[in-house]
């Protein structure tokens, strides 16, 4: 199973939570992939270049994230866990904070590498692939399917993760399958 996610979306994160306590019942591999807000936003014409945005750019934790390599899902959890959950703000201090603890604090000079840029379309183009253009992060492969979400407002936790599991897998596997969505209430938790 495939995660794609952009360490900077909150819904990104609360759907890593969700996917670590299927993956803590049942035997699935969860392998994290790239996705990006900044790849998304330049098809908005009214958007600025997300570069402006100097240590606050979403192309900086993504570039990142490429240079961990194989400890993406880790780095995307403690980075979603101090800024999301903790509320940490200034996303460098996040990135230094999260580079250290993990002992990578060399890495953070990829922040500012756009040579990485690359990269990052490329796993955030195979993310969409199958989903088509028109949804955000998050976006699941599992077994053949896949779909953007679930965006969930908090994460499911035992029995409740899998029946949620096994209801976006089976609708999204659905051939007909195209849209589920209803209004957001209410704030994310992270609890």
Do not use: I, N
């Amino acid at each position: 199973m495939r995660l794609y996610v952009d360490p900077v979306c909150p819904f990104a994160y609360l759907a890593l939570c969700w996917l670590e306590e299927v993956a803590a019942q049942r035997p699935v591999d969860l392998e994290v992939r790239l996705m990006s807000l900044a790849v998304l936003g330049e098809a908005d014409p009214g958007r600025g270049p997300e570069s402006a945005r100097g240590t606050e750019s979403a192309w900086r934790p993504v570039r990142v994230g490429v240079a961990v390599g194989e400890r993406l899902g880790e780095f995307v959890s403690r980075f979603g866990a101090l800024y999301h959950r903790d509320g940490v703000r200034g996303r460098d201090e996040v990135l230094r904070r999260v580079l250290a603890v993990m002992d990578l604090l060399p890495l953070h000079a990829a922040a500012d590498d756009p040579s990485l840029d690359t990269e990052v379309r490329r796993s955030h183009e195979e993310g969409m692939a199958p989903v088509g253009l028109d949804v955000g992060t998050p976006v699941v492969h599992v077994d053949g399917v896949a779909f953007f979400g679930p965006v969930l407002g908090a994460v499911p936790r035992g029995h409740a993760a899998l029946e949620v599991f096994d209801g976006a897998v089976a609708l999204a596997g659905s051939a007909g399958f195209c849209e589920l969505k209803r209004t957001r209430v209410g704030r994310p938790v992270f609890a």
